[in-house]
């Protein structure tokens, strides 16, 4: 099994600055027959199910604001938002989609400082 | 609009057995990869298993903490998948998700499960 390991566990980070998550697999997720890397992010609000916030490491799902961006390659993946806002705080999620069983990292928990 | 929503949860005594079902509309589901996804109390998520589209052959592949006790199928003439957990155990209290997509682009609002005796 891939294992996706985050960090860190949880991040507080004030109004207005950078968040950076990062999330890496124990193998690549780099298919190189079409040179996609098979990983994804996914923010949870408290109460709400998971929503996909960027797919092929770097591509933003329609509708999520352009602050939040992906990055990285084979097996190390980072998450930014440029500028948090507070509607940001959530838990986001790293997850690769390479190969069965399709496993998550164990969360980050964002908050406001 | 996109919709996916869970119904079948409730409270099972372990060794006990529930069909869940995720009703789709919004998108052509016969099209559609779809998967279930799990998360406990308080916990992270968890891949259950997938199907995918009968035009990319139905495959449909499991965890390993749930196969040979759960089965995914679906009817695409009634928009809708299921999910047919027997042998229910205390550690599959969880909500569990419908996702669509090989990318798990859009998820329902999950219906809760609780093993409990």
């Known amino acids: 099994d891939i294992v996706m390991t985050q960090s860190p566990d949880s991040l507080a980070v004030s109004l207005g600055e950078r968040a950076t998550i990062n999330c890496r697999s124990s193998q690549s997720v780099l298919y190189s027959s079409n040179n996609k890397n098979y990983l994804a992010w996914f923010q949870q609000k408290p109460g709400q199910p998971p929503k996909l916030l960027i797919y092929w490491a770097s591509t933003r799902e329609s509708g999520v604001p352009d602050r939040f961006s992906g990055s990285g390659s084979g097996t190390d993946f980072t998450l930014t938002i440029s500028s948090l806002q507070a509607e940001d705080v959530a838990v986001y999620y790293c997850?690769?989609?390479?190969?069965?069983?399709?496993?998550f990292g164990q969360g980050t928990k964002l908050e406001i400082k | 609009e996109v919709q996916l929503v869970e119904s079948g949860g409730g409270l099972v005594k372990p060794g006990g057995s529930l069909r869940l079902s995720c009703a789709a509309s919004g998108f052509i589901f016969s099209n559609a990869w779809m998967n279930w996804v799990r998360q406990a109390p308080g916990k992270g998520l968890e891949w259950v298993g997938r199907i995918k589209s009968k035009a990319d052959g139905g495959t449909i592949e499991y965890a390993a903490h749930v196969k040979g006790r759960f089965t995914i199928s679906r009817d695409d003439s009634k928009n809708t998948l299921y999910l047919q957990a027997n042998s229910l155990q205390t550690e599959d209290t969880a909500v569990y998700y419908c996702v669509t997509g090989q990318y798990f682009d859009f998820w329902g609002q999950g219906t809760l499960v609780t093993v409990s005796s």
């Open positions: 997850q690769q989609y390479y190969s069965n069983p399709y496993t």
